[in-house]
């Protein structure tokens, strides 16, 4: 039998729609909805897609809770934010069976290494999501644009567990693809959000295309931060996916980034896991990264105010 047990742990607007997609192409799909629990095990997810339309996605089992979950989940899928007061290995460990496979669709740079010390023996993929998607109420998503997937074995390699997840999501029509770099490609993703997620919020927030069309050149002295801190990491990121990040904001609908959501939400940013860990990596290489570490500081300054 193909493995097609699912659990997807973080009932938000990525664990719900890419979980809807493995729904769709037949996986038995468990969702452990924190908050949404109740509204979630009555009426199940309403997924509102500029793509597939608007359809209902019913989970297979609603759990409360991890530790609510009784069977062995072929996947594991980790969709929370990455927040220094969340314990990810401590939410996987109950159940991470010796057969799962852990799979982790989030934002930042670096922070495969926790897992991975975690679960030395566990296959672990690395997911990043190209996407516009937000949970306006409880148990509803908005599907805005874009989708695409990409997945990858942290140890960087396409593995069979990774060709077989990826599959499923092709099988329900998503654009997915499996990357033997996904470490870097991680990498060139945090060209984008470490310019546009802080400045988003610090701008007060406007969007994506208010910045880049106004502040196009601090967006490419961040950009350049992240990628010699890349460049020095050992991943080698061209000089040119600046300007292919910068023309495809032009050209992107004005969207506000999931670090603004958060922020208007009065929610934890993920300040550490995009720009922090960057900052940090820059600081073991002994790169410079004054642009980088600029808005970086700006972010905790703002952390510090709101937690007044
Ligand atoms: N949304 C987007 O368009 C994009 C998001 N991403 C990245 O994807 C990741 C997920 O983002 P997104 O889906 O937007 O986030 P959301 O904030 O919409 O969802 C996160 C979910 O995780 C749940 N959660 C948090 N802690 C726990 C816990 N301890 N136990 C169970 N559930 C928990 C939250 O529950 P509760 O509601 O109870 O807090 C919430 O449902 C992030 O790393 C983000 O940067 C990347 C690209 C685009
Ligand atoms: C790049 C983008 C906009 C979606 O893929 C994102 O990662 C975010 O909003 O944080």
Same mark, same amino acid.
């Given at each position: 039998?193909?493995?097609?047990? &699912? #659990? ?20 038995? !799909? ?45 996947? !594991? ?21 010796? =057969? ?8 930042? &740079? ?24 937000? +949970? ?17 074995? &942290? ?19 998503? =654009? ?14 945090? #060209? ?8 988003? &919020? ?11 069309? =106004? ?49 208007? +939400? ?22 410079? =990264?004054?642009?980088?570490?600029? #808005? ?13």
């Amino acid at each position: 039998m193909p493995a097609n047990k &699912v #659990l997807i742990i973080g009932a938000g607007a990525l664990g719900a729609f890419y979980g809807s997609l493995l729904a769709k192409a037949g996986a038995e !799909v468990a969702m452990v909805c924190r908050s949404d629990y109740a509204h979630v095990l009555n009426t199940g997810f309403v997924i509102n897609s500029y793509q597939w339309g608007q359809y209902v996605f019913k989970p297979h089992q609603v759990l409360r809770t991890v530790q609510d979950y009784q069977d062995t989940a072929d996947y !594991v899928v980790l969709c929370t934010k990455v927040l220094p007061e969340l314990n990810r290995v401590e939410l996987l460990r109950p159940v991470v069976a010796e =057969t799962s496979t852990i799979v982790f669709i989030q934002n930042g &740079v670096a922070i495969e290494a926790e897992l991975s010390h975690a679960f030395p023996e566990h296959e672990i993929i690395s997911g990043l999501a190209f996407i516009c998607c937000n +949970r306006i109420e409880p148990g509803k998503i908005e599907h805005l644009a874009y989708g695409r997937l990409t997945l990858g074995s &942290v140890k960087n390699a396409v593995s069979p567990a990774t060709e077989q997840l990826v599959g499923l999501f092709q099988q329900a029509g998503a =654009t997915c693809v499996a990357s033997a770099n996904i470490i870097a490609e991680r990498w060139v993703k945090c #060209l984008w959000n470490a310019a546009f997620n802080p400045l988003s &919020v610090l701008s007060g927030g406007l969007s994506t295309l208010a910045i880049i069309q =106004t502040q196009e050149q601090l967006v490419r002295h961040i950009m350049l931060d992240v990628l010699k801190v890349a460049n020095a990491c050992g991943y080698r990121l061209g000089l040119e996916l600046i300007e292919t990040n910068i023309a495809n904001t032009h050209a992107m609908p004005a969207y506000k980034t999931s670090m603004l959501l958060d922020y208007e +939400r009065g929610q934890p940013m993920e300040t550490e896991a995009i720009l922090g860990n960057a900052v940090r990596a820059g600081q073991a290489a002994n790169i410079e =990264t004054p642009y980088l570490a600029t #808005l970086y500081a700006l972010m905790k300054l703002t952390e510090l105010r709101l937690s007044k």
